[in-house]
């Protein structure tokens, strides 16, 4: 029975409205007049086909964005009595974010590391001119007609913010960077901030400082920066908030790769030990022969702020956790503050400000989380296990009307639950489905592909010349490393010092880790080229042996053949003679 509803996995709010993606649907519910319109409804196959994963609104609340599963980037017009939509385009790689600009320009990040500007309305194709093959847009993005190219990452660009002034663009990405260029001559890069030990997925600019940064990802902390010098101001630690409200976690990789045992075990039973002293032996533990991404489960998906009574809360949530999270921004950054924390029934999917009603917000939860999916087993590739259902009871069903609430948060960053009539005009519009579609939907994509996996990562086990940032987020330099004059070895750090490198520490780094430290200005041609020639010749050789097998081979056949070629001559001698005898004969005849 398609009689369930889809989840809303995106909130986002106007000044005047709130929008929500439920499955390949969307749902706006102005909240002046209190009227609700949706786009048009799609069948239950289109609607995973479809499944919208990123969704942005225009300010004045005029223009929704949405990007889903099948990588079409769609614009919608807000009517009063629909959302009409305006164009559709083909997105050449799967989205990671997308936001509007000032100009209603749509600025959309992918997974592969770059990011793009496309127009409001499609740029009209030229006849004279014929369109790029897709693969070669594929290999360089700055060959696709329908947008401009700002900048790339070398990895998986998390999320991307433009500054308040729209003067700079801001990305994150999944080797701990964050990178401040010029929008839109984003090929200028300002400067970088350094200080994540794991992935960025979150950042966010508060309305009250616009000279400050808030950062998040898989680190134990959120970072609080003053962007505008690129100094790190402050740390919040949230992992004692987060831990213990964990309900999602990724699936179990198979441990294949030998001589990387004993780091994998070690991991995990650091893993274990740290789970026990939260209480929860199994939760983020793998079993011998498994592994399990770094980072403790813990990923901040969003991050925002409310304004009340003068004050700037902060608000926040990790995907697959079923809690919210608060704290008080002071007007000095760098003062200390606390955590608030309420604990939710289920899993958080997303939160957004309600617009004209001061201190609200509403949430989505995913209600099927331990009634239709569970954590996946060892041995078990897909990201969730499905709870075999065929029916659901009274009170089961009763259960997913819970998917929206609604919290009101005070001056001092505290939570609680208020009732409201305008939750169930939501809820009975999201679109229906059934028990099987909604065990299946990957809810959680982040928690799997942000983390790193011990002893599988291409640069894991490498010891690496570490850079520790001290409480002011200043860098300190190792008593063990190797102290060298500047040189052209060295680079230098956010805090003003020097950090040198010797030649043999950068002949042990791979090419990824080489690529890292030639974009902070160390110079690492001369091993490139070395690395190069080195597999020039390497390929060179290698093609050597591989010619020379194959002469070899060929002579060997040959040889093989030889006996066989000489008793076919002997066999066309002996006709030949049979053939003028025979001739000789008639003739004599």
Known sequence: ??????????????????????????????????????????????????????????????????????KNLKVWDVNDDELKLRSTRGLIKKASHISFANDNSIIVSDKVGDVYSYPLDPIPSDPSTSRPPMYSMVSDPTKNPDCTYLLGHVSVTTQHIITPDNKYIITADRDEHIRISRYPKAYVIERQLFGHDGFVSALHIPSSQSNILISGGGDPSIRIWDWTIGQLVNKVDIYSAILPHRKVRSYMRKNKWKGRTMKTEETNTA??????????????SAPEGYVLPTGQGVCIKKIDSLQISGKTIILFFSEGASSIHSFILPSDPSSPTTVNTLPLPYPLLDFTALPNDNGKILLSLDTAWGVLKTNPGPGTDARQDVIQRDELSIEEKESFKDTLSILEVNEEGKFSFTPSNDISSIYSNLPKTDIKTLSNLNLYPLINLLPRWPGLEEDEGIDIPQINSNENGNIDISDDLISLAPTNLTTKTLGGTIKNYTIEELNSLNLKVLGRLKSNGVDVNEILKQRQKKSKEERKLKLLEINKKLKEEKEEIETQKEPEKKKQKQKQKQTKKVVILNEEDMSNS
């Open 271 to 284: 893993i274990q030990s740290r789970d026990q002293e939260e209480g929860e032996e199994t939760f983020y």
């Open 1 to 70: 029975m398609s009689d369930l509803p889809f989840p809303p996995l995106i909130l986002a709010s106007s000044s005047s409205s709130v929008v929500s993606a439920s499955g390949a649907q969307i749902i706006l519910y102005n909240s002046q007049t209190s009227k609700i319109i949706n786009s048009p409804q799609v069948e239950n196959k289109l609607q995973q086909n479809g499944f919208i994963r990123h969704l942005a609104i225009t300010n004045d609340g005029k223009i929704v964005a949405s990007v889903g599963d099948d």
